[in-house]
């Protein structure tokens, strides 16, 4: 596992931002301030609305705010991008190019990271030079274009058992949904949606980091626990 998946440790921040400026209606910039004063640890830039250039500018400007506050920035599908703004990582779709591929483009010292949507996508992931997987949509979502089958939190539950690889759930998330999840064995919770449109995103980044630790710490209580 060492050497396909090195830097699989450093990958459980608890909640995992994803940017949306749309739904957010505030630049990157802006949302991404917010967030990391509320307690965001990881930082994810996703926008396919955006030319590469304006990915570039957009991943610089991020890339100098969150060194500045010791938080992971992770740029999503291209990987050309992460190394040209040095972010910490870069996250693949199962459609986006071969994982070898972009794993030789950002080289060694960067996170890799890959969505998966079946317990098969999961279990093959092991044998990829990947340090975490997502595994969704857990619920229906309206953020992404032609999603995945909604799987389940039971899907998440049956990674855990057969995976060792860090887990983002992704998909549809809401703060109640915290606690089955982590319960289920995500390491990580991916907020878009509702974090994204709401009204105070500082405050609900604060509940939401507050909900994930509570949920965690409940979890580690009872007998059995991984």
């Avoid at 931002?17 to 640890?41: C, F, M, Q």
């Amino acid at each position: 596992m060492v050497s396909l998946h090195r830097h699989a440790e450093k990958c459980r921040w608890g909640i995992y931002v994803i940017l949306d400026r749309y739904l957010a209606k505030k630049s990157h910039l802006e949302i991404a301030r917010e967030v990391i004063a509320g307690g965001a640890r990881v930082i994810q830039l996703r926008d396919k609305h955006a030319s590469r250039s304006e990915l570039v500018e957009i991943g610089r400007e991020l890339r100098q705010l969150t060194r500045a506050a010791g938080v992971t920035f992770i740029v999503n599908d291209y990987p050309e991008v992460a190394v040209e703004v040095d972010a910490d990582g870069v996250h693949l779709g199962q459609e986006d190019r071969a994982v070898h591929e972009a794993r030789q483009l950002v080289g060694r010292d960067k996170i890799v990271g890959l969505s998966t949507h079946t317990l098969d996508q999961a279990l093959a992931a092991m044998e990829l030079p990947v340090d975490y997987i997502g595994v969704g949509p857990v619920y229906a979502t309206s953020t992404k274009e032609n999603p995945w089958p909604v799987v389940g939190v039971e899907l998440v539950r049956k990674v855990k058992k057969r995976v060792a690889l860090p887990i983002v759930a992704i998909g549809g998330i809401t703060e109640q949904c915290i606690p089955e999840l982590v319960a289920a064995g995500a390491d990580n919770v991916a907020m878009i949606g509702e974090l994204m449109r709401a009204a105070h995103l500082r405050e609900k980044m604060e509940s939401l980091v507050q909900t994930f630790e509570n949920a965690k710490a409940l979890f580690e209580q009872q007998p059995g626990a991984r």
